[in-house]
């Protein structure tokens, strides 16, 4: 009931037939959560997108607008209860949980289940490398990867760059970053094409998820020209 107040929440009969949908409320009467996947007859959706458009408004949400409208105007809507793993990642705990969880060898999300195969665009790039001074532990290393660091726990995308004698535990590492040496990075998430310079530390406190930016640059990065 924690989260609830951040999803669409239903409410239904014996039947699974929704009778009350109310899109984040402040105070939600149950923990029935929509995942926003939505199967519609389209003559039926059509019409009231038709009827909405000469009204001069605009059905923008299928949470927030069209599903109240087919439930104020009396047609059926059912329910399906999933009971597989899904999770939203609109939060950055979220998105850390997630990605943490990937790497729980008991965890029911398994992405090397032949029976639900997980397709997903594969970048074009070398295999990983792993110096003779890398140390990686229940971590997955995509490739593209040069490693010379220590890492832990830990998810580093592709084409990601560590530096010697840097740490990284706990982390998500996305696409193209680049972490010099000596560096610690603890608890993160460390955005796309972002740069850590050496010696610097990123790490998240008191339970806090620390987040580095697209882009963005930590600690001062020697000149290239150098």
């Not at 009931?1 to 239903?10: L, T």
């Not at 990605?99 to 289940?113: A, G, K, Q, T, Y």
């Not at 995308?157 to 010099?180: P, Y």
């Amino acid at each position: 009931m924690e989260e609830a107040p951040r999803f669409g929440i239903m409410n239904t009969d014996q039947t699974n037939r929704i009778i009350e949908f109310d899109e984040k409320p402040k105070v939600p009467k149950s923990n029935l959560a929509s995942m926003g996947i939505y199967i519609f007859n389209w003559q039926v959706l059509r019409k009231y997108l038709v009827e909405d458009q000469a009204k001069q408004r605009e059905m923008e949400d299928f949470g927030k607008n069209v599903i109240p409208t087919y439930l104020e105007n009396g047609e059926n809507c059912f329910a399906y209860a999933f009971d597989g793993y899904w999770k939203d990642v609109g939060t950055i705990e979220s998105l850390w949980e997630a990605n943490m969880e990937f790497l729980d060898p008991e965890h029911i999300l398994n992405i090397r289940d032949e029976e639900w195969r997980i397709y997903s665009k594969n970048p074009v790039s070398p295999p990983q490398f792993l110096t003779e001074t890398s140390n990686v532990t229940d971590s997955m290393i995509v490739d593209g990867c040069y490693v010379a660091g220590e890492i832990t726990h830990s998810i580093l995308s592709q084409n990601v760059r560590v530096g010697n004698g840097s740490v990284v535990r706990d982390s998500l590492i996305m696409a193209n970053v680049t972490i010099g040496e000596n560096v610690t990075i603890e608890h993160a998430i460390i955005g796309e094409n972002a740069k850590i310079a050496d010696n610097a530390n990123v790490i998240g406190k008191n339970g806090e998820i620390e987040v580095v930016g697209y882009a963005e640059v930590i600690g001062g990065l020697k000149d290239e020209d150098e």
